[in-house]
């Protein structure tokens, strides 16, 4: 890990192995059944690869645009099953969902799902989009990928999933032409039309043929202007026809014209092809037995556009068994695609036409109760989930499921993980859902509820939302106590982010309505967490009084375990001072007493201090011991949170130790980890290690690019002891080639010191004074 000269940011990047011997991704989905012509645009297609292997690619980003319904995924898909061996280090897939009645798939959470897809952890993906956008091209390099975007709206949806320089090739839909892609990028275009008649005739013969070989070409003709030639209109119609074998082809095309007439009458002004589509929409919809029917409409109402077997049938308040055969049916009526095994999602079209039947079909009473149902669901699913990923935590007493399909129940620990991480999208859009539909008190649930149930390697920024909207609920339902816990939530949910005022703002609204609604342990609690936004501002003395405050109300209350936790807060903040005799002895009984209670998290937190004790005390080989079990503790949990913070302190002890090799790898995956979960301040910290380390190793030059980098986040983040402390080590690095630098830094550094009191910052204070009282030109 070299810095050099660094003019812009600074990234950590695990490369690509030798040889590249992660995972293969295969990951196109299956190839469309009975596709037909566009032998044109095939060859277009072709066209971009030229030479006798197709070792060499004209272009590398290539959009094909057109309407709804065009057939652009298929089209790409088939060409893709075609061509995908001259890619021989897999095939990347994602549909990003720009036209679909939700949120569309962000960059963001796109490049998340290809970088796991190349075997990146979890936990080493960046949360900056630039950065994750660079970590995949790294990885992309002197490869040779096929890469699907499909269903893009924008050119900022695409932009960070291109491939740079490489052999590889994006391929992008949408109905947009994405010029932007073209001007900047280089992009080649295919606009996809209708299909011509004779085409789609013979799309609709290729799928009928089997049960209607006697079908006039002239009646199929008929039937597909009434389809105006668009391949997902003529699949719709074909199976329908096909399922009906012994109806006349004359009585078929009879009801979809006056499908097509009613539509008409009803137009708001919708083009041809629109009109057309959804007639055949509702053509195939009304040609539904009754309870498949019923199933499709509901599940417009669903708020995520994927979903489980689960979901579906406690939406329709069916059971598993029942559910799975009406699923069958609309995936055979080409309404509805299964992605996986009891997983499905729509066609973003689809989706609209099963909300809007919803809306007609179904009375406002029937629409709201399955819509409570299906979130009771995920709200007791999501409460399993969290028994398992945050088990010291308080559970909301929630009622017993009474519904036709349970709750998940999970196996362990890394089974509710799973299931968290795969409905991480839906899971965002439920208390949102829940707050629109009037359902206040389960709007509430939901957001305490996934707070403690989100996967590990999730931003904290994602819940925001749902926090927020939790808080509304509540507010509106006037549950102090609902209130109380998500303000207690959204401010350290704030404060991770290093927006210190809106934490601040959230625990003192919290700490006045517990007062007022006569709840002591719900008082400590909150000033408990605003002494731990003052620690954070290195407020040591107000800091110290807000926690003391908080252990002994806990005490006062029997919460034997929070108290604890405060006085691990203690401990810490004393250690920040500088007073290391009360610090270890808070350290040493914060430690017996998580021990006692078992409590892993809390237990890890003090030997954490007990290492940073140790070490300042040059008793290197008990801070290393100590430390090591802390790891251990955060490596068990999967807590990436705890695991980079004290990876900081494991670098400083083997930096201590001479050991510059394994320091720096420490503070490489600290910087990683505190990237992905959005923490800058942290993150600079490990920067700061890295600095420290390269000094201790003579090289200078590495060392002051890391503290710079340092010093202008803590700048940034307006943190005037950090930056103070980063000003000091980039003085140090900078001394031994160029002093006069070195005094301007420590100059810059005194006066940010002037606010601070304790014994380390007046320490710190008299050391930096005593540099610049040194003769000018002393290279010391």
Same mark, same amino acid.
């Given at each position: ?353 099963? %909300? /809007?039947? *919803? =809306? #007609?079909?179904?009375? &406002?009473?029937? @629409?709201? !109760?399955? +819509? ?9 699913? %999501? /409460?399993? *989930? =969290? #028994?398992?990923?945050? &088990?010291?935590? @308080?559970? !909301?007493? +929630? ?9 998940? %129940? ?371």
């Amino acid at each position: 890990m070299q810095a050099g000269n660094v003019s812009g940011d600074i990234h950590f990047h695990q490369g690509p192995a030798q040889g590249h011997t992660g995972p293969t991704p295969r990951q196109l989905p299956a190839d469309v059944r009975a596709f037909v012509n566009r032998t044109d645009e095939l060859r277009q297609l072709d066209a971009i690869l030229t030479g006798q292997n197709g070792d060499r690619l004209v272009i590398s980003i290539h959009v094909v645009a057109g309407t709804a319904g065009a057939g652009k995924t298929s089209l790409v898909l088939h060409w893709a099953h075609q061509v995908k061996d001259r890619f021989p280090d897999g095939q990347l897939f994602v549909n990003l969902r720009g036209y679909d009645s939700g949120e569309p798939v962000t960059a963001e959470q796109a490049l998340r799902r290809f970088l796991r897809a190349l075997g990146v952890p979890a936990d080493h993906i960046p949360q900056d989009v630039d950065d994750a956008a660079s970590l995949y091209r790294s990885l992309l390099a002197d490869r040779r990928f096929l890469i699907l975007l499909d269903n893009a709206a924008t050119v900022s949806q695409v932009r960070p999933l291109l491939p740079g320089s490489g052999n590889s090739l994006a391929v992008v839909t949408s109905r947009n032409r994405l010029a932007g892609l073209a001007v900047r990028d280089g992009a080649r275009r295919l606009t996809l039309g209708t299909l011509p008649e004779p085409a789609a005739i013979a799309l609709l013969h290729a799928v009928t043929r089997d049960y209607r070989p006697e079908d006039d070409a002239e009646k199929l003709a008929e039937l597909a202007r009434l389809c105006a030639r668009l391949p997902l209109a003529l699949r719709i119609a074909a199976e329908r026809a096909a399922s009906h074998p012994h109806m006349r082809i004359d009585d078929l095309i009879a009801d979809l014209r006056d499908e097509s007439a009613l539509w008409d009458a009803l137009s708001t002004g919708m083009d041809e092809e629109a009109e057309a589509v959804r007639s055949v929409f509702a053509w195939s919809y009304r040609a539904l037995p009754a309870h498949s029917a019923r199933l499709f409409r509901l599940l417009g109402i669903h708020p995520g556009a994927e979903f489980s077997l689960h979901a579906a049938a406690a939406l329709a308040e069916l059971s598993l068994g029942r559910a799975r055969p009406l699923l069958d049916d609309l995936v055979g009526a080409h309404l509805l695609e299964q992605t996986a095994p009891d997983r499905f999602q729509f066609h973003d079209l689809l989706r609209a036409f099963a %909300a /809007d039947q *919803a =809306q #007609s079909d179904e009375p &406002p009473e029937q @629409r709201s !109760a399955a +819509l409570q149902r299906v979130l009771d669901w995920y709200l007791l699913t %999501a /409460d399993a *989930a =969290q #028994s398992w990923i945050k &088990p010291a935590e @308080r559970r !909301a007493l +929630l009622a017993p499921s009474t519904a036709a399909v349970p709750p998940v %129940a999970f196996a362990d620990y890394d089974a509710a993980v799973d299931w968290s991480d795969r409905e991480h999208t839906t899971l965002l859009r439920l208390a949102p859902a829940a707050l629109s539909a009037g359902f206040d008190t389960l709007a509430c649930q939901l957001a305490e509820v996934l707070w403690n149930a989100r996967y590990p390697s999730s931003p904290v920024t994602d819940w925001l939302e749902t926090g927020r909207a939790g808080l509304v609920a509540a507010e509106r339902a006037n549950e102090s106590a609902a209130q109380i816990r998500l303000l207690s939530n959204l401010g350290m949910a704030y404060r991770q982010c290093h927006r210190l005022d809106e934490g601040l703002e959230c625990h003192q609204r919290a700490l006045e309505l517990a007062r007022m609604t006569a709840m002591p342990s719900e008082e400590a609690r909150s000033l408990n967490l605003i002494g731990l936004i003052h620690l954070e501002r290195r407020q040591l003395d107000l800091a110290a009084t807000f926690f003391e405050r908080a252990a002994a109300q806990f005490r006062d209350v029997d919460e034997h375990r929070r108290a604890a936790i405060a006085l691990s807060n203690i401990a810490s903040t004393r250690l920040d001072a500088g007073r290391l005799p009360e610090a270890e002895e808070a350290a040493e009984q914060a430690l017996a007493a998580h021990r006692a209670l078992n409590n892993q998290g809390s237990v890890g937190n003090a030997l954490y201090i007990v290492a940073e004790l140790r070490r300042e005390q040059g008793e290197l080989t008990a801070a290393q011991h100590a430390i090591e079990e802390a790891l251990d503790i955060a490596l068990n949990l999967r807590n990436h949170t705890l695991e980079g913070f004290w990876l900081i302190t494991f670098g400083d002890v083997q930096r201590a130790s001479a050991r510059y090799g394994d320091a720096l790898t420490s503070y490489q995956r600290s910087a990683k980890l505190h990237r992905r979960l959005g923490n800058r301040s942290r993150e600079a910290l490990a920067w700061r290690g890295t600095g420290q380390t390269y000094a201790a190793m003579n090289r200078h030059n590495e060392a002051a690019a890391f503290h710079r980098q340092a010093a202008a986040v803590h700048a940034e983040l307006d943190d005037a002891w950090q930056l103070a402390l980063e000003l000091d080590h980039l003085a140090a690095a900078v001394h031994p080639e160029d002093p006069e630098a070195a005094r301007v830094h420590w100059a810059e550094a005194l006066p940010l010191l002037s606010m601070y009191t304790d014994p380390r910052a007046g320490a710190v204070r008299t050391r930096i004074e005593g540099r610049l009282a040194e003769p000018p030109g002393d290279r010391g």
